[in-house]
């Protein structure tokens, strides 16, 4: 059954082309984003935004020179009333204060343009990496990965990074600004005063170091739960009928209570690492510029140092402002660590190396349909510890089988006989363990399979529709198709006449999943799906399985339409459905143990009249 999900949410994911990225959007390469090196990856994603980056902290180190410029103000100011005058110097400082804010409006509005232009470009450019990245990842990803955490990963993470840009940009650069202006002004007007900045920056890095090494674990604990409280949340909403049909809505509620649990101790946990940090910083910081003050005040009373009452007021000003800067980004820490931690688990996906190597492979022109399977042998990665020798029974074993073009050919067996598996092969979903899967007499793994696959159409027995209109699905991933095309298809799939009777016709929108459509017509939409790409390969799982005996025949008659000149691979359990097949395959762990039309099967009395007897009961 994973095997058949797999095959059908891949061929959806396959079948659609990644949109191209808007023109200024850059491409995030997956090499980009290190899991093991989180600030580097930041500092490499902001370098695709160089110059716009350079324009923003140009712009800020213009807009923020009041912050440094006022203290210098009130410095002269207080220093002109000690001394008694002249006060038309007091005009001339209060000039100088109004120029330096009046520009502060129009530098922060370009400030704000360009670097957030580039945050949320960057936000762009790692969605489209990850989705583009979800493409290329093999079915075994797929089928191993929660759906839920996938998404947590593309919105919640991404955004994640994001806020850590915004939030933190800022009060960095505002800090770097105010250290650089405090830094100069001091030295022109009180050199011997430096030494003592120097405690500020020490002091803060260690402060920083002992957060970051308890944080880092926190963080990845309080990731993973809200990971685990996703994939709960999401497994609720798909068994939710279920869960309703058989009463167990208490189970349901408690399994997730549990993971809410979880993320309320990891949160709690390390909620109070960062009370506790932040408490600790700022009095450690606020000592620090008490003592600044105190010491600037001796100096100026003993004649320790040449100080005016401005001065010793500016190197408070400054140092204040220092511990302020200091305290805040301190303050930041768990956000920067909450945003690293994020890059991390987009690295998982980027740096994933279980990808579908497609790129630089030949592109085959449009099949014939010929299907040969070579001695094929295909056991699943996980069947077995990593390291130990294969024990396991492989899914199919040594299996070798050849499809003329236009032949139709229906496996049958009991379940773990390998039907689904020789499905997803052909497909290419997953490559042989050993032996070759042959497309018009070209082994599949020297091709392109994405061109391969625009040729291929699969009905499933459950029928994948998205949210949107009937046309939309129908003609998913073909770009501008022609109505009459459409309508044609929707004829063949015996579906015009349920669509015609609908308020807003093929503009109806089908509801999330199709719930608003019988499994009958989402079948039948399936078909015309198929159709409407008029494939040369046509892949049926229990297309008509799920369904009551009146819609069966009208499925049945609809898939006769569609298979017809077509090279057809059917998987049933209701052998009445393939009795018109070429050729019926009978698998029994992995192997062939006999093939033949319906009536040469019968008449041999083997494995398949068996089975035959057992269903005409």
């Not at 579908?356 to 510890?385: C, K, M, Q």
């Not at 079948?523 to 198929?530: E, F, G, H, K, V």
Request: with cysteine.
């Amino acid at each position: 059954m994973a095997g058949r999900r797999a095959l059908w949410a891949g061929r959806i994911r396959q079948t659609v082309p990644m949109r191209q990225a808007f023109s200024h959007v850059r491409e995030v390469r997956p090499e980009i984003v290190e899991g093991a090196h989180p600030v580097r990856s930041v500092l490499r994603l902001l370098g695709l935004h160089r110059w716009r980056m350079a324009g923003a902290v140009a712009a800020f180190a213009v807009k923020e020179t009041p912050v440094w410029m006022l203290p210098v103000v009130t410095a002269q100011i207080i220093d002109i009333v000690v001394a008694g005058g002249p006060a038309s110097s007091l005009w001339l400082w209060a000039g100088i204060a109004l120029a330096t804010l009046a520009q502060h409006y129009p530098n922060h509005v370009l400030y704000t343009k360009l670097f957030m232009g580039a945050v949320r470009s960057l936000g762009a450019g790692l969605r489209n990496a990850l989705a583009n990245r979800l493409q290329q990842l093999s079915i075994g990803f797929h089928t191993r990965a929660n759906s839920s955490i996938v998404q947590t990963k593309v919105v919640r993470d991404v955004e994640n990074v994001e806020v850590m840009l915004q939030q933190v940009t800022h009060p960095l650069l505002s800090a770097t600004m105010v250290l650089i202006g405090a830094i100069v002004m001091t030295a022109i007007e009180v050199p011997q005063f430096l030494p003592v900045y120097a405690l500020a920056i020490p002091l803060a890095v260690l402060l920083r170091a002992i957060l970051m090494r308890r944080s880092r674990e926190r963080n990845e604990l309080f990731r993973r739960e809200v990971e685990h409280f996703s994939a709960r949340v999401g497994e609720m909403a798909s068994l939710m009928p279920i869960t309703r049909a058989h009463g167990l809505e208490h189970i349901a509620t408690d399994r997730v209570a549990a993971g809410a649990e979880g993320v309320r101790t990891a949160g709690y946990r390390l909620d109070l690492l960062n009370g506790r940090f932040a408490s600790l910083s700022w009095v450690t910081l606020q000592l620090l510029g008490v003592a600044c003050l105190v010491l600037a005040a001796y100096f100026a009373i003993s004649g320790l140092l040449p100080i005016s009452p401005g001065q010793v007021v500016l190197l408070s000003s400054y140092f204040a402002l220092l511990t302020t800067a200091a305290t805040g980004l301190l303050m930041l820490l768990p956000i920067i660590a909450r945003g690293t931690e994020s890059v991390r688990s987009i690295a998982e996906v980027l740096q994933d190396p279980d990808i579908e190597h497609n790129a630089g492979r030949a592109v085959a022109a449009r099949p014939s349909g010929a299907i040969a399977l070579d001695a094929v042998t295909f056991r699943y990665p996980d069947a077995d510890a990593p390291g130990d020798p294969p024990t396991s029974a492989p899914a199919l074993d040594g299996l070798t089988l050849s499809i003329a073009p236009g032949e139709t050919v229906a496996f049958v067996g009991p379940s773990g006989s390998g039907k689904s598996t020789l499905l997803n092969l052909v497909l290419g979903f997953v490559r042989p363990t050993d032996g070759r899967v042959l497309i018009d007499g070209v082994d599949a793994s020297t091709l392109d399979l994405r061109a391969v696959r625009r040729h291929v159409s699969v009905v499933p027995q459950e029928s994948v529709l998205f949210e949107g209109s009937i046309r939309d699905n129908i003609t998913y991933g073909l770009g501008d198709v022609h109505d009459a095309t459409v309508e044609q298809a929707l004829r063949d799939a015996n579906a015009l006449d349920i669509v015609t009777a609908l308020p807003e016709g093929w503009h109806t929108r089908v509801g999330e999943r199709g719930a608003r459509l019988s499994g009958g017509q989402r079948q039948r939409l399936s078909i015309a799906r198929a159709l409407v790409r008029d494939p040369s390969i046509l892949l049926l799982d229990e297309a008509t399985s799920a369904l009551d005996s009146e819609s069966e025949a009208v499925i049945a008659d609809a898939l006769s339409r569609l298979m017809r000149g077509r090279t057809t691979l059917v998987v049933a359990h209701r052998l009445s459905t393939i009795r018109s097949a070429d050729r019926i395959v009978v698998l029994e762990r992995g192997r062939i143990v006999e093939q033949g039309s319906h009536d040469e099967l019968l008449a041999a009395d083997g494995r398949y009249a068996q089975l035959h007897r057992v269903q005409a009961g």
